[in-house]
């Protein structure tokens, strides 16, 4: 759909199913750099370690098994947004945008770090980014959460940016 005057959240009708695949995408993305670097590589918390429960806290087996739970979820955000994305490269209709593309997956990304963060850090209190982290866990917390809004907004730019760029190549 060529029609820049039709639009999804700002975004041309004619690039949403490419960005909704992205966003998608992201959120997988995301979702496995928070398991694999916070998790696993730093080790800095899981899943579990901050539940109000000391028992529940403690249980490493439990804690790693909700990882694994938390992976498997990321896992399929990853294939679905693959399979959207497949979807709209095969659509005729979908303008292809890589800048579009790579915007919505940050923008994702940073979904997943503001849903994740209010919910587990903040709401539910289950675990939190850096408790042994120097000064308030609080701070590290609050960090997530800016990083996260940090991707939405950029990576929201880049995809308004890159359609107004193709529609500027397609005037001259």
């Not at 000064?135 to 995809?159: N, Q, T």
Request: net charge neutral.
């Amino acid at each position: 759909m060529a029609d820049g005057s039709r639009h999804w959240v700002g975004i041309p009708l004619d690039i949403a199913p490419l960005v909704r695949a992205g966003v998608v995408l992201g959120v997988g993305v995301g979702g496995f750099f928070d398991g694999i670097v916070f998790h696993q590589i730093l080790q800095w918390h899981h899943i579990l370690s901050a539940h109000p429960d000391p028992a529940v806290a403690g249980d490493l087996r439990l804690n790693v098994f909700a990882d694994g739970l938390f992976h498997a979820v990321t896992y399929a955000a990853t294939i679905a947004g693959v399979a959207l994305l497949w979807r709209a490269r095969r659509d005729p209709v979908v303008s292809p945008s890589n800048r579009a593309f790579v915007g919505s997956v940050v923008l994702g990304w940073g979904v997943f770090n503001l849903v994740e963060g209010v919910v587990n850090h903040h709401l539910l209190a289950v675990h939190h980014v850096w408790p042994a982290g120097p000064g308030p866990v609080g701070r590290w917390d609050l960090m997530y959460l800016a990083w996260g809004a940090l991707f939405i907004v950029g990576g929201y730019a880049v995809i308004r940016r890159a359609h107004a760029q193709s529609g500027e190549r397609a005037e001259r």
